[in-house]
C-alpha cells in the first residue's frame, strides 16, 4: 500500500479493548421503539445494553412477559452473560407461560405481573429523573439510583395484549429525562400510539422464520 492509498478501516490495527471505567454517554436521551413480527428485537435491544455497558454507562434491563416455559429455561443465557458484565443489570417480572396461550396459567397472574413490571418502570425512570445523568454511576452501582440506559424489553407486547394501557407507555416515555435512552421492545402490531413520541422506531420483519415449520425455540439463539 502506498501512502497515496486510502487507508483501511481501524487503519490496519486490530482494535484493542480496553477496561471499563464509569463513564458518562454525550449524546444519549432518545427513545428507541424495535417492534414487528421478525426474530431479533430483544436481540437488538442486549446488543445496544452491551454495547452501552462496555463504554461505562450504566444500563438496566427490565423484562415484561418472559417467564419460563414448557419450550423455553427460565435461565436465559443473557442473565448469566449480564452477571458478568459490568455495569449492566436486569430484573425479569414474567409470569410463567405466555399471555392468551393455552398453556394452563391464569390470565389474571399475567395482568398482575404486567402491571407490577410498568410500576416498576415508572420507578425506575423517576429515580433516573432524581439522578445527575451527567455523572458517572458506579458500574456495581443500583438502578434505583440512576442509570444512562433503561430497555423496557416486551412493554410493547404487555399494551398490545390490554395488559398495560398504552397512554400510560406514552406518559412513560414522555416522562423520561433528558440524558436516559430508553429502548422499548414488544409486538407484532405497530404501535401507532408511540410513534410520534419516539425518536426511533424499527419493524423487524419476517421474510422466514424456522418456528414456522415446527421448530421450537434453541438454546442459544431464542433464550
Do not use: C
Not at 69 to 98: C, K
Amino acid at each position: 500500500m502506498t501512502p497515496t492509498d486510502p487507508q483501511p478501516p481501524g487503519k490496519g490495527r486490530t482494535p484493542e479493548a480496553h477496561d471499563i471505567e464509569p463513564a458518562v454517554p454525550e449524546e444519549f436521551g432518545l427513545t428507541q421503539v424495535w417492534w414487528g413480527d421478525g426474530k431479533g428485537k430483544t436481540t437488538a435491544a442486549l446488543g445496544m445494553a452491551f454495547r452501552a455497558a462496555g463504554h461505562g454507562y450504566r444500563v438496566h434491563l427490565l423484562q415484561f412477559m418472559k417467564g419460563g416455559a414448557d419450550s423455553v429455561e427460565d435461565v436465559r443465557g443473557e442473565y448469566n452473560a449480564i452477571a458478568a458484565m459490568p455495569g449492566l443489570t436486569y430484573e425479569n417480572l414474567g409470569h410463567y407461560g405466555w399471555h392468551a396461550m393455552n398453556d394452563g396459567t391464569e390470565e389474571r397472574d399475567h395482568a398482575a405481573e404486567a402491571q407490577a413490571g410498568f410500576d416498576r418502570a415508572r420507578e425506575l425512570v423517576d429515580a433516573a429523573r432524581e439522578a445527575d445523568l451527567s455523572t458517572p454511576f458506579p458500574l456495581d452501582g443500583d438502578a434505583d439510583d440512576g442509570m444512562h440506559m433503561l430497555v423496557l424489553d416486551e412493554v410493547l407486547y404487555a399494551a398490545d395484549r390490554g395488559l398495560v394501557a398504552p397512554e400510560e407507555v406514552v406518559d412513560l416515555v414522555e416522562a423520561a429525562p433528558d440524558g436516559l435512552e430508553l429502548v422499548l421492545t414488544g409486538s407484532h402490531e405497530r404501535p401507532d400510539y408511540l410513534v410520534e413520541a419516539a425518536d426511533l422506531v424499527t419493524n423487524v420483519s419476517k421474510e422466514k422464520h424456522p418456528i414456522d415449520a415446527g421448530q421450537r425455540a434453541r438454546k442459544g439463539t431464542e433464550y
